[in-house]
């Protein structure tokens, strides 16, 4: 039945006060009437990723943190440090929306044929405050999952599928012909792994545990090198030699990671070398961050040469240069696979609620391989 205007629903907001303290809250919104292109979407399945997170937090302290409110509706406090209030300048006093990304089914649609042909449907949805029992949205920004799909299939179908494609999408575009990944053994780092295999494309993953190693051997990958190892970077620069690998995307930021495999391609490339340069390798080296696992500044020695660069990268602005065209190739890709290729596990899944919990919080907000948890923004909840 379609949604009466007179509706609300509950939604996670994240704001950052002027006196430093960071408040989250479930507040109550109404349900939009969907427009003629527009549909309402019953979320039941959003992830936590680092970037949902990062949002969610902000520059807060989260051992600080205390809990108010009722079980219902609680309310989590905590502090900003002083020194890192500059950096939130921008949201000060913003009751923010959080969540990217989800999934739900289609309970209400406007009168378009596009809108009315999604009624009833099991879609995902890429738009922003997803962590809120309902949400109104363009037609266009649905995709519709494959049948016997449920929300939690494609709650993560689009930022880590379309992150993980965008990264080999960016290295064929670059003219490179292999790559290196850092956190390998993440929910992205694996749907990766799987990429490369599928599509025999050369990776190296970088990891910081033995288990994490033992895990990607045993899902096919065959170069994974290992931080923790004293030899690691002898193991890496052989693993570039095998695979040719001249970009990385480094998910850490911070340390000498970054540094450290720039250093090991141009070693990499030196054994390899018919002729000296003084000036090193002439073959570019590009290392992108687009994570920030790692907060203290970046690191490196700069001893690989002039051939090389080290940048940010981001899913949305990538999608943006590539164009309509290659974004709607790499969506009906993930489609295709969803349960294979792009397959996303979870430790757990927890309602609005349960996300505002010190106990919860100090699990998802490690930002752990392994700690993955779902939100079901209806878990619990009479709607």
């Known amino acids: 039945m379609p949604i009466t205007s007179t509706r609300t629903g509950l939604q996670l907001r994240s704001l950052i006060k002027p006196g430093g303290e960071l408040e989250l809250s479930l507040v109550e919104e109404p349900i939009a009437q969907p427009a003629a292109d527009e549909v309402v979407v019953r979320i ?22 205390k809990a108010a409110g009722t079980a219902d509706r609680p ?34 649609a406007g009168s378009s044929a596009e809108a009315q042909a999604l009624m009833g449907k099991t879609v995902a949805v890429l738009g922003g405050a997803m962590y809120s ?19 939690a299939d494609g709650a993560s179908c689009f930022v880590n599928p379309l992150t993980a494609l965008g990264m080999v999408e960016t290295m064929r575009r670059e003219g490179h012909k292999a790559l290196v990944h850092t956190a390998a053994a993440s929910n992205l780092g694996q749907m990766l792994n799987r990429i490369c295999v599928k599509d025999g494309i050369g990776l190296v993953n970088i990891v910081r545990k033995p288990e994490q190693e033992t895990q990607l ?6 170069y994974v090198c290992n931080t923790a190892s004293p030899t690691f970077m002898d193991e890496l620069t052989a693993a570039l030699v095998a695979t ?26 030196n054994k390899t070398a018919k002729e000296y340069s003084r000036y090193g390798s002439t073959t570019h080296k590009q290392v992108y961050i687009y994570g920030g696992l790692e907060l203290g500044p970046t690191e490196f020695n700069r001893n690989f040469g002039m051939a090389w660069g080290m940048g940010g990268w981001l899913l949305f602005p990538f999608l943006q240069k590539a ?23 979870y430790s757990k899944e927890i309602s609005l609620a349960e996300a505002l919990q010190p106990e919860a919080i100090a699990v998802y907000g490690q ?9 079901n923004p209806n878990k619990g909840l009479k709607t």
Do not use: H, W
């Not at 309310?75 to 990304?101: K, Y």
């Not at 051997?217 to 065959?222: C, D, E, I």
């Not at 164009?323 to 596990?345: C, I, M, N, P, W």
């Open 217 to 222: 051997r045993s899902l096919g990958a065959k």
């Open 323 to 345: 164009g309509a065209d290659t974004v709607q190739r790499l969506k009906q890709r993930v489609a295709a696979e969803l349960k294979t290729t792009f397959a996303s596990s």
């Open 244 to 269: 040719g690998a001249t970009i990385a995307f480094d998910a850490t930021g911070g340390g000498k990671l970054a540094g450290q495999i720039l250093t090991c391609m141009e070693a990499a490339l």
């Open 133 to 151: 029992q309902y949400r109104c949205v363009k037609a266009d920004q649905c995709l519709v999952l494959p049948e016997g799909s449920t929300p």
């Open 75 to 108: 309310v989590l406090t905590a502090t900003v440090p002083e020194r890192l209030m500059a950096g939130m300048a921008a949201r000060l006093g913003q009751s923010m929306p959080v969540g990217n990304e989800g999934a739900g089914v289609v309970v209400d």
């Open 44 to 65: 039941e399945a959003s992830p936590l990723n680092p970037s949902d997170i990062g949002l969610l937090f902000g520059a807060a302290d989260m051992s600080t943190a």
């Open 367 to 375: 930002r752990a391989t392994g700690t993955k948890y779902l939100i």
